[in-house]
């Protein structure tokens, strides 16, 4: 279902059982996700530099405490008039809004789900930090411009040159210490956006709304991040 978007008419035909058997079994992973999400969406380990740091001079010492990165994404959601509103976003459709953090193997270490679309990145990160989203002292995630630049989150320079086309084939190389540093910053920040496009390449039921109710719809991308990271635990691809 959830790596192929299968309607229940789908797996019926696939798996030659009744609808209402999938209807029983499918609420209940639903019911598990949180369980399953507490298991294997984990903190990264905090006791020395990720080799990926820690082994490149252009990372190492000035990334040292970096623990991963942090980013949003919006995922469609079918919801009724009454309470479409704060689902609405910004582009005018329905999603809910989900934040994820990834260490640099592109591991998933937490998730947020559920918050309207009509929220921004800066105020799910903030409940996030809320309801057990935990940074150490001294460590920090890097994040982009959507975010406040604080002690546990790093964002890029402003008003300089930060995304890495920016920097592609045939453009000038850094030219000053904020476009190195933002250059830099990009590279390692690239993993989050490297995890969420896997993570919806992976599974298609994240590009569309379901018939699933809503407190069934907000859980599914935890499910997703639950299996990517089991796939990787066995080394998996990325595809």
Same mark, same amino acid.
């Given at each position: ?27 209940? =992973? ?8 507490? /298991?294997?969406?984990? *903190? ?14 252009? =990372?190492?010492? !000035? +990334? ?13 959601? $079918?919801?009724?008039? @009454?309470?479409?509103? *704060?689902?609405?976003?910004?582009? @005018? ?10 260490? +640099?193997? #592109?591991?998933? $270490? ?6 309207? @679309?009509?929220? $921004? ?7 996030? &930090? &809320?309801? @057990? ?11 982009? %411009? %959507?975010?406040?630049? $604080?002690?546990?989150?790093?964002? *890029? !320079?402003? %008003?300089?040159? !930060?995304?890495?086309?920016? =920097?592609?084939?045939? /453009? ?5 210490? &904020?476009?190195? +540093? ?5 590279? #390692? ?7 969420? %496009?896997? #993570? ?10 379901? #018939? ?20 990787? &635990? ?6």
């Amino acid at each position: 279902m959830v790596s192929h978007n299968a309607s229940y008419e789908d797996l019926q035909l696939e798996f030659q059982h009744s609808g209402q058997t999938f209807h029983e079994y499918i609420n209940e =992973f639903f019911n598990i996700i949180p369980l399953l999400a507490s /298991r294997f969406l984990k *903190p990264p380990s905090i006791d020395e530099p990720h080799p990926r740091i820690s082994t490149d001079p252009r =990372f190492y010492p !000035y +990334f040292q405490n970096c623990l991963g990165a942090i980013d949003g994404s919006h995922v469609p959601i $079918t919801a009724t008039p @009454g309470i479409a509103a *704060p689902f609405r976003n910004r582009k @005018g459709t329905l999603s809910h809004n989900i934040m994820i953090a990834c260490d +640099f193997d #592109l591991r998933i $270490t937490f998730i947020s789900c559920g918050w309207e @679309g009509s929220a $921004t990145d800066a105020r799910v990160l903030q409940s996030a &930090m &809320m309801t @057990g989203f935990r940074v150490p002292e001294g460590k920090f995630y890097l994040v982009d %411009g %959507g975010y406040a630049n $604080t002690q546990s989150f790093l964002a *890029p !320079y402003r %008003g300089v040159r !930060y995304h890495l086309k920016e =920097f592609g084939h045939g /453009r000038a190389r850094p030219q000053n210490h &904020m476009e190195l +540093f933002n250059h830099r910053h990009a590279i #390692l920040r690239n993993h989050v956006e490297r995890s969420l %496009g896997i #993570l919806k390449k992976r599974f298609p039921i994240l590009h569309v709304g379901t #018939l699933h109710t809503i407190e069934n719809q907000v859980k599914l991308p935890a499910a997703a991040a639950v299996l990517h990271n089991i796939i990787k &635990m066995h080394n998996g691809d990325e595809t």
